[in-house]
C-alpha cells in the first residue's frame, strides 16, 4: 500500500521544493554573497564589509550602511518571492536593481542559519531576526511559534545579514565544494569585482579574526586606483580607458553608455585573468562578448598573453531580458552582435592608436579625434552604409617652421646632378646602393636648401579622416604573419631599452642599454621594421601631412629622370599606374592625388615624425614601380614598406658636411632617438626574429665594473 503511494505523482512537500530551489541559486558561498551584496547594494549603501569565516562555510556576515529594512517587512523578508523591488511583470522591462525575483535571502534561509540586523532611518532601533526555512524562527534556530518576533537592539542605520553553517542541512553540496581557502578566494574575486565597478560604495572583506583586511576600498576613488587595489599596479599602470562618445552611443542599438578600462599591449600577462564585464550593473558572463574582445587582443599580444579588461554597459532595460538564468549570470539583449562588434571596433582603434593617445598627452588633443572619427567610419561599416566621404577642413593645424618645404627642392633639382638612381629588387638592399652610391658620388642632400624656405611651414598636418570602406582580411593576415615572427626576448629588449647614443650616423649604428647590458644595433632596420608595424596599426587611420599647394607627380619624379632616364620605366607608365589606384591610396593611406594628378597629402604614421622629404621622389617612383596592384594583401604590405622605407633617416657622413651641420643634425637625430623613437619602441614595438642580426651585445655592466676595480 504504501509502495503504491511511493508511485503515485503527488505534490512535493515545500521545504523540499524549497531546498532544491535554493540549491540551484547557491552552489557555493560566493553565490550567497554575490546576492547579499547586490541586496545591499540596491539598498543605496556607501560602504560595506564582509567577513568570512572557514570559506564562507561557518560565517558570512555581510554589513552595510543602506536604506536598511522596514519592521514590518521583516516577517516577510525570507519568504520565497517576496521582493520591494517588483510589482507586475511588466516591470521587468524597466528593472533597475540588481535583485528583483525575492528569492535570494529564502534560498539562503533554506540552506543555512540566517539572521538579520537591521535599522531604517524612520526607527530609533534597530531589530534583529532569525530565520529558518524561509520563515522567522527564535534565536536557537528551532522551528517554533514563539519567541519568533523581531527583537529590538541597538544598532546603526542598515543592514547586516549573518549566514551560519551553509549546507549544513545538504551534506552532498557541502563535501562536494573545494577547500575553504579556495572558496575564500572566490569570494574575495566576487567583492573585487564589485569593487571594480561600484564607484559610489567601499568595499572591505576579511577573514574572522583577522585584523587586516584582504581587499579595502574607499568610496569615490577612481577606476583606476580601484583597480590596482584589487588587481595590483602591473595592471593598473598599463591602463587604456574605454571611452565612448554620444555619436557612437547614437546608433539606435540601445547602447546607452560604455566604459571600462583595457590593458595596453605592454601587458602581456602569462595568467588569464577573467574579465570583468557588467550589463546594466550586473556582474555577468557574456561569452560572446568576452570572447570577441580575446580575439582582438590576439592581433596585439604575443601569443599566449592574455589581456585584463573590465567593461560596463549599460542596455536600454526595455532591450534587456534578465530573466534568463536563476542567478542572472547570463542576460540577453537585442541587437547583440550589433553593439559586440562596436565595442570590439573601439578596442581594436584604441589598442592600435596607443602611441596616438600617449603622446597627444602633453600636445594638441586635436588628434585624439581621430579615433573617435574612425570609430564613426567602422559602426558605418557594420551598418553597411554606403560610402560617405568628408574632410575636416578647420582641423588643418600648421606645424612649426621646422617643417620643410618640398617644392625648393623640386625646383633645384640641380642639386641632384649627380645622382644615379638604381633599382633592386629588395628594397632594403635598394636603400643600400643608394646609400653606397650618394657616399661614391659625394652626393649629399643638404639640409638647408629644404629650411632656408619661408619661416612660416608650408606643410599642414591634417588630423581629418576619409571616410573609408575597408576590408581588412589581408591586413589581419599581415599583422597574423608579424605575430609569428616575433622574437619574444628580442622584443622584451627593446620593451626596455635604454637609448644612449648614436654611434655611427654612416652605418646607422647606436647604442643602449638593457638591463646590465650594453647592445650596439643598427638603428636603420629596427626603424624600417618598426615603421612599417606602425604602418600596419595605423592602417586606415593615419595623420594626415598636407602641403599647401598640390605638387604635381610629374614634377615629383622629374628629378629623378633628370638624372637618368634610360634605366627608368616611363614617367607616364609610372603615374598612371599610381592613379589607377587614387582611390585606394586615398581611403587606406591617406596618400591623396587630385583628378590633376597632384599630391596633395601623405600619411603620418606617428606625431612628431616627419618623414624624409628628399626621398619623396623615391618613394612615388617605387609606388609605381614596385607595388604588385593585382594582390591585395602583397599590395597593402608592399605600400606598408615603401612608407616605412619613405619615413627612414637617411646615413649621413661626417667628411660630406660642415662640422656644425654635422654636429646639428647629429644631435638632431639623437634626440628623435631619444625622446621619441626609442619611447615608442618601448611602448609597441615587435621585434621579429630576423633582427637579431642587427643587434649585438657589446659589453655587460658588471662585466666592465670588474674590468674598472682592476683599474
Ligand atoms: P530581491 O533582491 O530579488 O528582491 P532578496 O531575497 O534578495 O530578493 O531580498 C528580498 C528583499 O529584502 C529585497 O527586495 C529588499 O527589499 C530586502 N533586502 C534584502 N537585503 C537588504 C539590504 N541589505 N538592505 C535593505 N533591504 C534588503
Ligand atoms: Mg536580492
Redesign the pocket.
Known sequence: MSNDTNKRIHKLDDSVINKIAAGEIIIQPANALK??L???I??K?TNIEIIVKEGGLKLLQ?T?N????NKD?LPL??ERF?????NKFEDLETIE???????????ISHISKLSVI?KTKDSNLAYKAYYMNGQLSNSSFKSSTIDIEPKPIAGRD??Q?IVEDLFYNLPSRFKGLKSKSDEFAKIIDIVGRYAVHTQHVGFSCKKFGDPLHQLNTRTGLPLKERIRIVYGSNIANELLDIEFSDELLNQDLGLLKVSGAITNANYNNKKKIQPIIFINHRLVNCDPLKRAINSIFQYFLPKGSHPFFYISLQIKTENLDVNIHPTKREVRFLNEEEIIELIVGKIHTILSSVDTSRKFKTQTIINKRNSYELDEEKIEEFKNQPLKKYRQENKLVRVDATQSKINPFLVKPESLNDFKFTEKNSTSTQEQSQRQQSQQQGLQFPDDILLTTQSQSQIEINPSRTQVDVNLDSIRSLKQELSEYVDKSITNIFNHAIFIGIIDPLKRLCCFQYDVKLFLCDYASILLEFYYQLGLNEFNNFGEIEFDEPISLIDILKPIYDLNSDELIPMDQVINNIASMKEMYKEYFQIYIDDNENLITIPMILKNLKPDFKKLPFFIYRLGTKINYKNEKQCLNGILRQIALFYLPEPFNEDDMLPHEFETKRSELENQLENLLFPELKKQFLATKILQRDLIQIADLPGLYKVFERC
Open positions: 546576492e547579499m547586490e541586496n545591499s540596491d539598498a549603501s555581510i552595510d543602506g536604506t536598511g529594512i517587512d523578508l525570507c517576496t521582493t520591494s523591488k517588483l536593481t540588481y535583485g528583483f525575483r525575492g528569492e535570494a535571502l529564502s534560498s537591521t542598515g543592514t545579514i
